[in-house]
């Protein structure tokens, strides 16, 4: 039985939230539903890492050299931003 739930969430979340929904045909009670059911959900074990089809087709589209220093690359540019 559905039961109804009244939240007080920021004017623009909400209106970003409304594109988004009605972008993947879906409604926002059922998006937050699903989101609610994922993270009380005692079947997922949380050591396993599980990605979304939509991470899987963007894995591989940026090739970097071998060599490629991920915490130099970070560190550089949270110096540049927080200058």
Do not use: W
């Not at 989101?35 to 970097?64: A, K, M, N």
């Not at 560190?75 to 200058?83: A, Q, S």
């Amino acid at each position: 039985m559905d039961k109804k739930l009244t939240l007080s969430l920021d004017k623009h979340v909400i209106e970003k939230a409304k594109e988004y929904a009605q972008q993947h045909s879906t409604s926002l009670s059922k998006m937050i539903e699903a989101y609610f059911d994922s993270l009380t959900s005692t079947s997922h074990d949380h050591s396993e890492v599980t990605t979304t089809p939509l991470v899987d087709s963007l894995s591989g589209v940026i090739q970097l050299p071998e060599n490629f220093d991920f915490k130099a690359s970070r560190t550089k540019y949270l110096n540049e931003k927080h200058k």
